[in-house]
């Protein structure tokens, strides 16, 4: 594919919606990729950097992201990651992507514990998810 976009150029907003998946509704971007959180983070600070944002690429944008539909505008911020970069936040969570997700809907990075600490998928209320996933086969 020869029309790649450079990443520098913000043709695309980038957006936060609402997926209904494995865990029940949890944020996507624009791409419907999974979008996570750290519990390493402090509110609107990022603590992984590095290798660490090479595993899980921060979810950055520039301008703003829009919010989506079900998704709360006013949780909807970003802030300021070390490199100058604009990360978004949701309820003060900096949100990432997971290398290892390599479509819409992967959601590779549940609950895998890297880099000091815990990765969930976020919520709408903008909590992160723990509860195992929905099956979607036989009951019990």
């Excluded at 913000?10 to 865990?23: H, L, P, R």
């Amino acid at each position: 594919d020869t029309d790649v976009v450079p990443a520098a150029t913000s043709s695309t907003t980038a957006e936060v919606d609402i997926k209904d998946g494995t865990y029940g509704k949890m944020l996507v971007d624009e791409k419907g990729r999974t979008l996570y959180l750290f519990e390493k983070d402090k509110k609107d600070k990022s603590m992984c950097n590095g290798d660490c944002a090479k595993a899980w690429p921060p979810f950055t944008a520039k301008p703003a992201p829009t919010a989506g539909n079900g998704v709360k505008k006013d949780l909807l911020k970003t802030t300021k990651r070390d490199d100058g970069s604009e990360q978004v936040t949701y309820n003060g969570h900096p949100l990432y992507r997971f290398a290892d997700d390599q479509k819409a809907g992967d959601i590779n990075g549940q609950g895998v514990d890297a880099f000091g600490a815990k990765w969930f998928v976020v919520d709408p209320d903008g909590k992160k998810i723990t509860q195992k996933p929905r099956s979607s086969g036989g009951g019990y």
